[in-house]
Nanobody, 122 residues
Framework: QVQLVESGGGSVQEGESLKLACVAS?????MTWFRQAPGKEREGVAT???????IYADSVKGRFTVSRDNAKNTLFLEMNNLKPEDTAMYFC???????????????????WGQGTQVTVSS
């Protein structure tokens, strides 16, 4: 099992920015950000594999940037121009498999962090 610890959440005004980090206890091929707002299903946000392959959800394209520091086993999510609809608990998830199934299918991930709360006020 891989341990994942998220950080960087907070409360901001609409249009401001936050940068999240997820530190993994060891190397793992794919790391993905999910989020879940009250009353809504958990949804994929952005994913990045060890080789640099990136996929974003349509709702965050152009505003969020995902990156990895492979030497530190860390996944980042730079969130710019935040909107109230971005308010959610943000989770980091990871899996070892290479390109098997939908990258935003949450049941395919074996390891999850505890989450970090992002709140955006209008």
């Amino acid at each position: 099992q891989v341990q994942l610890v998220e950080s960087g959440g907070g409360s901001v005004q609409e249009g401001e920015s936050l940068k999240l980090a997820c530190v993994a206890s060891r190397y793992i091929y794919r790391m993905t950000w999910f989020r879940q707002a009250p009353g809504k299903e958990r949804e994929g946000v952005a994913t990045m594999n060890y080789d640099g392959g990136i996929i974003y959800a349509d709702s965050v394209k152009g505003r969020f940037t995902v990156s990895r520091d492979n030497a530190k086993n860390t996944l980042f999510l730079e969130m710019n121009n935040l909107k109230p609809e971005d308010t959610a608990m943000y989770f980091c998830a990871a899996r070892a498999a290479h390109n098997v199934g939908d990258v935003f299918q949450d049941v395919a991930y074996s390891d999850w962090g505890q989450g970090t709360q992002v709140t955006v006020s209008s």
